[in-house]
């Protein structure tokens, strides 16, 4: 679908700016007015971690004029895999303001915008409205949701991206010219079965590829160039090194950009998604014990079983002593709970107590009434007992 250019072109491109794009002014389809118009438009990435280092460090290659960057978070070792505009010595330093420097490093004619905060239903409408065209690179439902009814809301298109393991997927949502995220995705899955990056991992490259097909999008919905990816679903397999696309048709019946909108206000997006299902909200309740609970019981000689309902990979990297490893799909299929002790009191934990607590909730409904989890999980171990292990 041809779409007219997002932004108008701006006045004129210096000299120095001329030497700096040259490479983009000899390509016909982008030119001298494409690049006033790059120069001229205003964008604004949601998150400067996977998604966000690629996105961010070609944008401002790019020549976009202004870009806004939307990141509470600082800079952890385990973030250097993939999100590579931070280095070693950004650790513990403030992502957007790394994200910053990065991206000055580049181009120092980009205007760069800070908003250090949690992206809420508070602040988005106001964040979002100073700018012509957001990118998500959110790893979370709740967010990508928030983002989604905001730029419906607002009439804002935005390039997403989504990554785990080996495979992608990039689409350009526009309620005015095609579906939006809700029509692809009506309902977010239920809690706990879809893991996160954090949770499932991710091929660090991965990001590359998925964030560099966002600012192709970006420029392309800027400019007025190309098909945009409206109303389709570009699905990337890094493993077989395939790319395959779905049509996405605009949903008549969508809550946000339907016909008759249920949704024509933000809403509580935490509570519409879930990061614990009720039934492990409830399981949890009164039946979680800290890392130092737990030590005080290995240390006392409780008749306890430490059971870690991770994945063997994660159990590798780091585990508590003298846990036991049966990954949490063992449970929800039934399989594990034949084998549990009836004479000894279950201990459940994960990496940070999310899914532990799914676990819980089906012991607690097959009877083991005495079982707990540890809140916090493993990362709250070694936080607390054994911080010369690694985290993850």
Known sequence: MSLPPLVEPAA??????????????IIPDVGMDGQKRLKNAKVLCVGA??????????????????????EFDEVDESNLQRQIIHSQSDIGRSKAESAKDSVLGINPYVNVILHEERLEA????????????????????????LVNDACVLLNKPYVWGSIYRFDGQASVFWSEYGPCYR???????????????????VLGVLCASIGSIQVTEAIKVLAGVGDPLVGRLMIYDALEMQYRQVKV???????????NPTVTELIDYEAFCGVVSEEAQEAALGSTITPKQLKEWIDDGENIDI???????????????????????????????????????????CKTGVRSAEVLAVLKSAGFADAVHVGGGVIGWVNQIEPEKPVY
């Open 307 to 349: 059971i870690d309902v991770r994945e063997i990979n994660e159990y590798e990297i780091v585990s508590i002593p003298g846990a036991r490893l049966v990954p949490k799909n063992e449970f929800l299929m039934g399989n594990a709970l034949q084998d549990l002790p009836q004479d000894k009191r279950i201990v459940l934990h």
């Open 122 to 145: 508070e602040n988005v409408m106001d964040i979002f409205s100073q700018y012509d065209l957001i990118v998500d690179g959110t790893d979370n439902f709740a967010t990508r949701y």
């Open 49 to 70: 971690g996977g998604l966000g280092s690629p996105a961010l460090m070609y944008l401002a290659a790019a020549g976009v004029g202004t870009l806004g960057i939307v």
């Open 249 to 259: 048709r605009k949903d008549p019946n969508c809550a946000v950009c339907g016909e």
């Open 12 to 25: 004129e491109l210096t000299v120095d700016e001329v030497r700096r794009y040259s490479r983009h002014l």
């Open 183 to 201: 029509c692809l995705y009506p309902e977010p899955p239920p809690p706990g079965m879809v893991p996160s990056c954090a949770e499932g991992g």
